[in-house]
């Protein structure tokens, strides 16, 4: 390539969004012909290595371009840019913030996320399966009663131990509700296609999973502590109130004191202490 330093060329700019006008602040060219290296298989290969700054918002990229023997010579030019170019997926999720929920399950969740903004479905995917398996561990339900229909067209119930057992055996546990239950199967079925039957999901179908998670996660691991905190400021402030009725045990100075209630983890706090924030939990 004839391009040098302090060029301008066109090119995509990640933070304008369009094509334009960058300065090469580096640009290196290297050639490789077949006497060089073994593992030269061809006549030739030329590598252009660039340095690009965008003379709109001064954002800086690389990018590199080869060129063989193997090439037409009328070829257009194409770039590998570094970083990639970010594609304007319009469905995209931001990670919500739980602040109860324990770190083993947010990193499972985040990276689900992760591989559904980046359409790796079959990923995204095998993560939602993996995140209500990680509820139902979590929440200590090894097994639940999963009714099967027998040949003879009549009923049984069994004691299983896989993830639709446990599903129900969360729900037998009143850790989930009826209609919540019903939606862990539909994000179960969609892992199993995916992780057995390497059936791709659509990103919809896994936008609504991940939503129907995100809404499961807050009732189980929020909800309870955001009750827990309303009887808290509620005896609060009624210990408040009547100073002399009800007054922590601890507490010699004659002043209500705030009681002291459980985290997600179980660990006593009082939450007068302002909360950690969640990424430090
Ligand atoms: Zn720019």
Not at 124 to 136: F, N
Request: charge should be neutral; glycine fraction near 4%; charged fraction near 30%.
């Amino acid at each position: 390539m004839n391009d040098k330093i302090n060029d301008i060329v066109i090119a995509y700019c990640d933070s304008c969004k369009n094509d334009s006008n960058h300065r090469i602040v580096a640009n290196h060219e290297k050639r490789y012909s077949i006497g060089d290296s073994p593992r030269c298989g061809i006549d030739f290969a030329e590598g252009t290595f660039q340095t690009l700054e965008c003379l709109g918002c001064e954002d800086v990229h690389f990018r590199m371009y080869w060129f063989t023997s193997e090439d037409w010579p009328d070829e257009v030019v194409k770039f590998t840019r570094y970083p990639e170019k970010q594609d304007n997926f319009k469905n995209k999720m931001q990670p919500k913030r739980f602040s109860n929920l324990p770190r083993h399950l947010r990193l499972i969740y985040e990276e689900t996320i992760q591989a559904y903004n980046h359409k790796s479905t079959v990923l995204a995917a095998a993560g939602i399966r993996a995140l209500v398996e990680a509820v139902c561990v979590d929440r200590g339900v090894t097994d639940g009663l999963v009714k099967r229909k027998k040949n003879d067209g009549t009923e049984e119930t069994t004691r299983k131990n896989n993830l639709e057992g446990k599903i129900e055996g969360m729900k037998e546990k009143a850790v989930i509700t009826v209609s919540h239950a019903a939606a862990f199967h539909q994000c179960r079925f969609l892992g199993n296609e995916a992780v057995h039957e390497l059936e791709r999901p659509y990103p919809e179908e896994l936008k609504l999973a991940l939503e129907i998670i995100e809404n499961t996660l807050e009732s189980v691991f929020e909800v309870p502590e955001k009750i827990s905190e309303v009887d808290h400021l509620k005896n609060h402030r009624l210990t408040k109130k009547l100073p002399n009725k009800v007054l922590h045990p601890t507490d010699h100075s004659g002043a209500a004191t705030p009681p002291r209630c459980s985290g997600a983890d179980g660990a006593a706090r009082n939450s007068s202490i302002p909360r950690a924030p969640f990424w430090m939990i």
